[in-house]
C-alpha cells in the first residue's frame, strides 16, 4: 500500500471530511487550502493550486507593494503526505503540511519549507542532522466588558494557582498533542498573569519544524473550543512579560553529538565544535534575528533585563545572554548538550528559524571561529567599553536595522537563495513601512496573524 493510499484510508475509516493542506509564507502565518475527502486524490498527486502572491503577503495581511509577486502567477501547494495528522480538536478534519511547487513540479525557490528540507539535505549529504526543540511561550486571554483584551488570569510565575486555573485547558491540550504524536517535554505557568510555558519533546530537522505549528494550531484549537483567547505575540501587553519562542538546537553527524565533549569533566561538556557554532550565531546574529524576531513589535521585547537578551554574547545557565547553554544531567549528558538561541519569538517562520540558525552555526565550525569566553553575568550589568573589548554589542533595537545586517549577509543569503532571500526582505520591509501611523508604531494588526 502506498503512502498515499493509506491515507485515503485512514481518511475514510475516520470519516475525516476536511483535510487542511498548511504552508507558511514570509509573514509567519500558516495559511493554505481546505480539500473536500473526495477531492483529496488529485490533491495528493498534483497538490492545489495557490497564488503567488501568497508569497507577498505580509503579517498585516497586505501585499507587499513592491513585492515581486503579484496577481498573476499560480504555484501549487503539495502536501508532505508524511505530515497527514488527524485533528483532535476539529470533528472530522485533518492536516498535512505542504511545499510549494512551480507549476513544472519542482520545488519553488520562493517556498521556505522546500528551502529547509533541500538544506538538510545537502548538510545530510556529510551526515550532519539537527535536533530541535521550540520552547514556546504564550497568554492564555479573556475579554474585558469594553472589549478589551487582557490576560486570562492574574497568578504568577510557577505558582501552583496558575496550573489550577487552566489546570482543564493544559490537561486537555497535553492529550491533543500526544494524539497527534508530540511528547510533552516541560510545562509551568511562566512570568506574566495568564502567561504559559509548554513544551513539546524535540525532533529531528524539518519534523521540528513541522511540529512546531501544528503545536501552535493545537493549542489554539482546544482553547477556542473552551471560548478562551489565546495570543502568541511578542510582547501582547505592554506592561507584562513579553512572549518568547527560544530554540535549543544540537548538531548531531553519525550518531554522535557535535556539541558533546565526552572528556570534559563538567554539567556543560561543550566540545570544539559546539563553541565554534556558537560563534557562529554571534557573528550573524544581527542579520539572524530579522529571521527568529521578524515583526515590529518583536523589538519592544528584545530589551536589557527582561531575560529575552539583548546582547551578542554567550554563557553558561545565562538567561540573559543571547546563547545560553543549559547544563546537563550526570545520566545522559550527550543527549542533553545543546545551545539555546534566546532572540526568538513565535512570530518567527520556523522552516526560515531553523535555516538560518543552522547556516550561521555551521558557517562558525567551516571558520573555527572563537566566541570568546562566557558571560555569567548580566550584560547590562558591565561597562560599555569592557563589552566593546570583547566584541559584545547590542542586538539590533529595531526590525528596520535587523532588515539591513540581514541584507548584507552573504552566509544567510546563500543558504536561502536569492528568490526567497528577495521576497523576505521585501514583505518585512512593507511591514515596517505599513506598521508606523503619523511617525506612531502601530503593531495592533498581530492580534489578528499570531
Known sequence: MTESDNIRHRVDANNI???RIVFVNNSGVPRGRVVDSEKLPGVLEDGANVTQAMQSFNALDR?????QYGPAGEVRVVPDTDTFTELPYDDRTAIMLADLHDLDGNPWDAGPRARLGEYLREIGADGLTPQLSFE??????????????VPMDQTTCFSTDGMRSAHELILETVDALKSQGMGLAAYYPEYGPGQQELVIDHASGLTAADEQILFKETIKGV???????????????????????HIHLS????GENRMYDPSADSRYPLSDAGRHFIAGLLKHAPAL??????????????????????????????????????????????AETRVEFKPSDNTNNPYL???????????????????GEPINTDPSDIDNQVLSNRGITRLPESLDEALDAFETD??????????????????????????????????????RSF
Not at 234 to 241: A, D, G, H, V
Not at 294 to 314: F, H, I, K, N, Q
Open 136 to 149: 514556546s511561550e504564550f497568554y492564555y486571554t479573556d475579554k474585558t466588558e469594553r472589549g478589551e483584551t
Open 410 to 447: 552573504a552566509v544567510l543569503a546563500e543558504a536561502l537563495g536569492d528568490t526567497l532571500h528577495q521576497s523576505y526582505l521585501e514583505v518585512k520591509r512593507s511591514e515596517c513601512e505599513q506598521s508606523t501611523d503619523n511617525g506612531e508604531v502601530d503593531t495592533s494588526y498581530l492580534s
Open 289 to 334: 534575528v530579522a529571521l527568529t524576531a521578524p515583526t515590529v513589535e518583536s523589538y519592544d521585547r528584545l530589551t536589557p533585563g527582561m531575560w529575552a537578551s539583548a546582547y551578542t554574547c554567550w554563557g553558561h545557565d545565562n538567561r540573559e545572554a543571547m546563547v545560553r547553554v543549559p547544563s546537563v544531567s550526570s545520566e545522559t549528558p550527550e
Open 223 to 245: 482553547a477556542h473550543q473552551h471560548d478562551v483567547g489565546v495570543t502568541f505575540r511578542p510582547n501582547p501587553f505592554p506592561n507584562l512579560p513579553g512572549t518568547g519562542c
Open 63 to 67: 501585499l507587499a507593494p513592491d513585492g
Open 353 to 371: 528559524a531553523q535555516l538560518g540558525l543552522l547556516a550561521a552555526g555551521i558557517d562558525g565550525i567551516e571558520r573555527e571561529l572563537d566566541p
Open 251 to 254: 548538531l548531531w553527524q553519525d
Open 17 to 19: 471530511e476536511l483535510v
